[in-house]
């Protein structure tokens, strides 16, 4: 009786204010070492400190406290440790990690320290921890980070083999799948990945079975994007296909994935297939994208031919994805070359217009952006290149409009030369700056608003630097010209002028378009050129004859609210 009294007296005397004074010391620790994530010194006083605390001792090296110590004030001390860890990763010290792995083993220190090892490039050594003598199995989340290290290394056989050869099936969870697929992915293992996919939803015990493997969204991406990065695309394609069929249908992540990759080899006929998975959109969808139905004009680099301004071949081609992100407007200048048949071409290409084109609700051109290569800017062919946009539109009977223009040089041609008016929209009601050329640099531009905050928050260092601009907190000495940015742009009510200024503008060097209303449609919407496709439509969706196409286009007043 007299032992039990004092048993009792001891524990709560002297363990239980001990593993109180603990738990409150670790937890400072740990907001230490996190309020300074790259302070190693820092973090091996504090280990130091955790394993001079009398539980923490107890806890470390089994002894007389070792049954009373309190789990939350030993999962504390871990934490302490897997924080220093972290810190010692961070700045690149991974021996001195090593060294609180040993000193504080744990399963939560083991998968800490093996993801450092991996992101300082040993995934070797990391891997050998899985069978470190101080611990005994390794957890789920040890394998895990293991696969992770191999990853960052690029060895995705080794990643390959901890989950096929010594990862056991009650550790392995779709979240092992996915940190595999996404070694797989990174590493171009497309086919490898697609084997993986297939094989963890059959049943039996197989060396990829796993617990609870039913594949998700996130896996289903990762196994695509394996494929995709591979160049392994019909394989891609038919596991979309694969997928269409089941109650959940591709995604449209998944199908603009597959999309882009198949732009970017020019393969518009596996454009098109994907396409047809894609779900009808009332939403103004562009519909099945043909590209490859348009054999009537030239190719010209990785884009088609639609006509000539003095040196300047003028062509269109998709946007990665052509049926969300448009088509391009390209502009190549010819270089003379010793090829007397003048059948190999030499391009260089000066820029780019990025637009998005709809039917629905009425068939618009919508300006998203522009490129002109560095030496080819001020010397007006930013003018030339916004004409012949205009120009295509009105024969094409297509709105011209844009989305929010922020590059001020832009707007200002839009709003000054072109007449662009600027419109409110619940996204953004636009900024009134007023822009002036910097008279310490010519190359740069000032731009000045009274509302000064809304341009801080417009621009990024990095769009301020690509651009030139500088702004300005005080009004310029020398006035201006007023231009409205971060807003959406809409043509003025004169269409008749607008075609006029264009007209004018492309005279000295002499546009050249042989193609028709219908057609420059028809390429626009990226649809086949063919008749018996359709025919050319005006802003209310009717109709127009191939004769009427050809006509100057009156599309009168539009209001893009």
């Known amino acids: ?61 089994p002894g007389l406290y070792e049954r009373n110590v309190d789990e939350e004030a030993a999962n504390n001390a871990h934490l302490v440790a897997v924080e220093a860890i972290r810190v010692c990763g961070k700045a690149n010290d991974p021996d001195k990690a090593i060294r609180i792995f040993e000193q504080l ?66 550790c392995k969870s779709i979240v092992t799948v996915n940190a595999l697929l996404t070694v797989l992915a990174n590493c171009k293992q497309g086919l490898q990945a697609l084997e993986l996919y297939r094989s963890i939803g059959k049943s039996g015990s197989g060396k990829h079975r796993a617990k609870h493997t039913d594949s998700d969204t996130v896996t289903r991406q990762l196994v695509i994007s394996a494929l995709t990065r591979s160049g392994n695309l019909d394989e891609a394609c038919q596991l979309l296909e694969e997928f269409n069929c089941t109650s959940e249908k591709p995604s449209t992540a998944l199908l603009d994935l597959v999309v882009a990759a198949f732009t970017q080899t020019s393969n518009w006929k596996g454009v098109e297939r994907v396409e047809r998975l894609r779900k009808d959109d009332s939403k103004g969808s562009n519909g099945i994208v043909e590209f490859h139905h348009w054999e ?66 009425e068939p618009t051109s919508s300006l998203l952006g522009m490129f002109l290569d560095p030496t080819d800017r001020g010397q007006g062919m930013a003018k030339s290149c916004l004409a012949i946009w205009v120009l295509l539109c009105l024969q094409g009977n297509l709105i011209p409009v844009t989305g929010i223009i922020r590059k001020p040089l832009l707007a200002l041609i839009l709003q000054h030369t072109f007449q662009f008016v600027p419109i409110s929209t619940k996204d953004s009601n636009g900024v009134l700056a007023e822009l002036c050329r910097d008279p310490f640099d010519d190359r740069s531009v000032v731009l000045y608003s009274a509302a000064l905050k809304s341009l801080e928050g417009a621009f990024s260092n990095r769009d301020l630097k690509q651009q030139n601009i500088k702004l300005s907190s005080e009004k310029p000495t020398k006035p201006g010209r007023l231009v409205k940015i971060i807003c959406p742009l809409n043509p003025p009510e004169n269409l008749q002028l607008l075609q006029s200024t264009c007209y004018k503008i492309l005279s000295e060097e002499g546009w050249n378009c042989d193609l028709t209303g219908f057609q420059i449609q028809s390429v626009f919407l990226g649809r086949p050129m063919d008749s018996s496709s359709g025919q050319n439509t005006n802003r209310e969706g009717e109709p127009v004859f191939e004769e009427e196409s050809k006509r100057p286009l009156v599309l009168g007043q539009n209001k893009n609210n």
């Not at 088609?304 to 998709?318: E, F, N, Q, S």
């Not at 048949?341 to 217009?353: E, F, Q, S």
Request: proline share 7%; glycine share 6%; net charge positive.
């Open 1 to 61: 009786m007299a032992c039990v009294v004092l048993f009792i007296f001891v524990d709560v005397l002297l363990i239980r204010p001990l593993t109180a004074l603990s738990l409150f010391q670790n937890k400072l620790l740990v907001r230490q070492l996190r309020s300074q994530p790259s302070n190693v010194t820092l973090a091996l006083e504090a280990v130091s400190q955790v394993a001079k605390l009398p539980c923490n001792v107890a806890m470390i090296e």
């Open 105 to 170: 083993p744990s399963e939560a220190t083991r998968t800490m320290i093996i993801s450092v090892l991996g992101g300082c490039q040993r995934h070797e050594e990391a891997v050998e921890l899985l069978n470190s003598p101080l611990l005994g199995r390794p957890s789920a989340a040890s394998y895990n980070a293991a696969i992770a290290a191999c990853g960052k290394a690029k060895d995705w056989q080794l990643a390959l083999h901890i989950f096929e050869e010594n990862m056991p099936p009650n």
């Open 296 to 361: 009537g004009l030239e190719r010209v680099d990785s884009s088609w031919k639609i006509g000539t301004y003095g040196a300047l071949t003028v062509g269109v081609r998709p946007n990665r994805n052509p049926a969300q992100n448009g088509i391009k407007l390209m502009f190549y200048e010819d270089i003379p070359n010793d090829d007397p048949t003048g059948k190999k071409r030499r391009l260089r290409k000066v820029g780019y217009l990025l637009m998005k084109n709809s039917i629905s609700p």
